[in-house]
């Protein structure tokens, strides 16, 4: 009989369903296993191969897991609110909810077609109230602990939609969604304060096992430096406190330089010489993003004003120096003013070369300081024309004039993150309503627990207002409510929920998704927790895996989860790329459609395909080619079921080639090493092809392959009387059993010659390299007495058996 995907997958997705194959309960006498997979957004795109791969992969790791005797859960859900689905929604006059759901269902579908073991009991989707009631619930949590707060600041605005973006979301100066410019706006927003949690986020990475790449970008993002804050006098009586990491060029410090944004500018307007310049630098400034303002801006000319009628005193030597404004300070880190150390600081070199500052030296080793800045930070630099400092290394010279400042109350040790507080409100429709009110007399009061879900109320029209207000501020009869604490007339908050929110804690509601009281019982918690495998892409790693495992340490310390962290492993994979290298796009006319995949040559080649496309965690390009041949591979598997020999266990031709592949695989697996598992497979088929396969033999192969194609493999497995033999589908089945002795590489003794006499005999594994058995040759005292002092200049290799070392003096 032929290889008929068509009719088996339909077949096995069907009965798996159900009969809840992969439904997992809370509790068992088997070790647990968590494996999770970032679930997704619901667009109308549907699913991609880019979600493809690193579900296949879990997918795979799941099977694998049960079939080692765990209890596993393998969840999926969707994160549905934000704004894809609302811009559609306005578009095409469709209510967002239903966008919703008609998205969900075809990417359920498409889910179901790939054969994925997930329970299906467990499904969550963010936007629906029985979830987002803990999302809220979370929020008061965090408000009534001060973690959240209302301020306003200025924010990133996308100008296209309208609305208020995390730094995150603005990837070089222009919104990462719509592509439009980003702005500096002032708004009034919820804001959540990671920011005390920075440390822990760095220190508890120590504790667990996230690939290393994940953990330096998650350090560098949070941006711990360390230094101090300086005080400076201004002629205006006033103080400028300074954040600088190097106080030890104080003495260098010929300039200050206080950002746009400062709040000196406006209280020193009166003092101002040339206040009309200064206050139009001030307006170009707040038309740039910080990107461009530093990172775009970073080779270009500085640009700046001086403030004049207002000076400052260099407190170590009390000499009066200038005060710029210049957007290369920026208002949002340290104190947003500098002291500026040209001699030593690139930025601040330019700066002075261009508006004709003072370039002192005070750290000598380098180049000519009106030549080039000298950045050295270590024992290479020697303090001079620094007073009390002189002849001080760099880092003896830290500590020294810390102390100093110290003592005379001008300055302190200072530790400083570049991670920002996060802004949590949008100015949108599409998310969870902040169920927060504002009373004239109480100010915001929290909704009281009780109340919740605060439900997002049916709108006619969700476009956002022109002022920026959310679409729900039209909305007055929800708006206006009674003040919970006072019973006065007061305001709905009308802002939402940032589209991270829902994501930060959907990992712990798969735990217990149907609960009524709580976001979890505290069993479920404490038996699946923590995710003990988590895999998920790159670009998450300073958004999604950040904000989630601060909510986490914020649950934990309120006592609700057991563990400070939420996951135990982190991995990531690479991009799918379209044929020719290139991202899949469009506009390029490269998109694969998984769906077109699967109905031309099924969902296990698919799936196998994917697998097999390349390193786990490097991008690899689409090839039409490759999945042909993955499903020659299939058909090859399929067909050798009509040869089989009728001896019992695996034959004995065979033995050892079996015995190292279900090592391999297994190993290769649990490595996420899938494209050598496959290729050992591969390599199995072949050897069965040319040296016979008994109904053992092909039994563990099944098993093998099923992880990777479980639709064919089941019906195999039925259909050749394994099912009934050995009680289930093979995915019930454990994982082959290998004799450890049969895959070890056996060891050969060879002979060693020096200059074609026989010196000695050694023992090397099997089929041996030659520097391997030179190394090996050369540890033997009767090889050394003929080869020390003397140079090999020839080694002839006869493998297995001989190898003959011509020296000569
Ligand atoms: C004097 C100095 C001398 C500096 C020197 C550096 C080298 P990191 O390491 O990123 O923390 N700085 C401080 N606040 C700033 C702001 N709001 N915008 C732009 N730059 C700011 O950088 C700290 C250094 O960046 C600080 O140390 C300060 O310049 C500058 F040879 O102070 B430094
Ligand atoms: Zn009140």
Request: hydrophobic fraction near 40%; charged fraction near 25%; aromatic fraction near 12%.
């Amino acid at each position: 009989m032929k290889y008929d995907f068509a009719r088996i997958e339909p077949k096995w997705q069907k009965k798996w369903l159900e009969e809840k194959t992969y439904h997992c309960e809370n509790h068992s006498n088997k070790p647990k296993f968590y494996g999770l997979v970032e679930f997704p957004y619901p667009s109308g795109q549907g699913l991609h191969v880019g979600h493809a791969r690193p579900y296949t992969a879990m997918d795979v790791v799941a099977r694998k897991k049960r079939m080692d005797g765990y209890n596993v859960l393998f969840p999926m859900g969707y994160d549905a609110f934000g704004l894809p689905t609302e811009n559609y929604a306005i578009k095409n006059h469709i209510h967002p909810a239903k966008v919703t759901h008609d998205n969900i269902a075809n990417f359920t579908k498409q889910l179901q077609m790939l054969g994925y073991s997930f329970d299906w009991d467990r499904v969550i989707n963010t936007t629906d109230p029985e979830y987002y009631k803990w999302t809220q619930w979370i929020f008061l949590q965090l408000y009534k602990h001060g973690l959240a707060y209302k301020t306003t600041m200025p924010v990133n605005w996308c100008t296209s939609c309208k609305c208020v973006l995390a730094n995150e979301e603005v990837v070089e100066g222009v919104c990462e969604r719509c592509g439009a410019p980003v702005i500096r706006k002032e708004k009034s927003q919820w804001m959540l304060k990671i920011t005390e949690y920075a440390q822990r986020l760095i220190d508890d990475l120590d504790g667990v096992d996230f690939i290393e790449r994940v953990k330096i970008q998650q350090k560098n993002w949070i941006g711990r430096s360390t230094g101090a804050e300086v005080t400076f006098q201004a002629t205006t009586g006033d103080e400028i406190v300074v954040f600088t990491t190097r106080p030890d060029t104080l003495f260098g410090a010929t300039y200050m330089v206080i950002s746009p944004e400062h709040p000196y500018v406006k209280q020193w307007a009166d003092k101002l010489e040339n206040l009309d310049e200064v206050s139009a630098y001030v307006a170009a400034a707040a038309r740039k993003s910080d990107f461009e303002r530093t990172e775009l801006a970073a080779d270009k000319e500085k640009t700046g004003v001086q403030l004049r009628g207002v000076r400052a005193v260099n407190p170590v030597n009390g000499r009066e120096i200038p005060i710029f404004l210049s957007d290369y300070v920026l208002a949002s880190y340290g104190t947003g003013a500098i002291m500026a150390v040209p001699a030593h600081d690139t930025r601040d070199w330019a700066f002075a070369k261009k508006f004709g500052c003072e370039i002192i030296e005070v750290v000598s080793g380098g180049e000519d300081v009106q030549k080039q800045a000298f950045t050295a930070k270590d024992d290479t630099g020697i303090l001079v024309n620094s007073g009390f400092l002189d002849g001080l290394t760099v880092r003896e010279a830290i500590p020294v004039i810390t102390r100093w400042l110290e003592e005379k109350g001008i300055g302190h040790e200072q530790v400083n993150y570049k991670l920002r507080d996060w802004v949590f409100s949008r100015q949108r429709y599409w998310g969870e309503p902040i169920p927060m009110v504002w009373c004239e007399t109480c100010g915001w009061q929290p909704l009281p627990e009780s109340e919740l879900p605060l439900l997002l109320p049916e709108v006619d029209s969700y476009e956002p207002t022109d002022t920026g207000e959310s679409p729900l501020s039209k909305m007055t009869d929800w708006v206006s409510t009674t003040c919970p604490h006072c019973g006065a007339p007061a305001k709905r908050e009308t802002d939402t929920m940032p589209q991270w929110a829902g994501s930060s804690w959907y990992f712990l509601r798969y735990m217990d998704p149907h609960n009524q009281e709580a976001l979890a019982s505290r069993e479920a918690l404490d038996y699946w927790s923590p995710v003990d495998w988590y895999n998920g892409g790159m670009e998450h790693t300073t958004l999604h895996l950040l904000y989630s495992r601060f909510w986490h340490k914020f649950l934990y310390d309120l006592g609700v989860v057991p563990t400070k962290e939420p996951y135990q492993k982190r991995t990531s994979h690479g991009m799918i790329l379209g044929e020719g290298g290139e991202k899949m796009s469009k506009s390029r006319g490269n998109v694969v459609n998984p769906n077109d995949v699967i109905a031309e040559f099924g969902a296990d080649t698919m799936r196998l395909y994917i697998m097999f496309i390349g390193d786990f965690e490097k991008a690899a390009a689409w090839s039409a080619n490759a999945v042909k041949g993955c499903k020659r591979f299939l058909d090859r598997v399929w067909n050798l079921s009509e040869q089989l020999t009728e001896q019992a266990g695996y034959s004995k031709a065979n033995e050892s080639g079996l015995h190292k592949t279900i090592k391999k695989v297994a190993d290769d697996i649990e490595a996420m090493k899938f494209n050598t598992a496959i290729a050992a497979l591969m390599a199995l088929v072949n050897d069965f092809y040319a040296n016979g396969c008994s109904r053992g033999d092909y039994a563990a192969l099944l098993l093998m392959l099923s992880p990777f194609a479980p639709h064919m493999t089941e019906e195999l497995w039925e259909d050749l009387g394994f099912a009934e033999a050995r009680g289930g589908m093979a995915c019930q089945q454990a994982w082959p059993a290998y004799d450890a002795s049969k895959t070890i590489a056996a060891e050969v003794n060879m002979a060693v010659q020096v200059g074609g006499k026989l010196r000695a005999t050694i023992t090397v594994p099997l089929d041996s390299e030659q520097d391997a058995v030179v190394a090996e040759a050369q540890k033997d005292p009767k090889v050394r007495k003929f080869t020390d002092g003397m140079e090999i200049v020839k080694v002839i290799l006869v493998k297995n058996k001989l190898v003959n070392l011509i020296v000569r003096p």
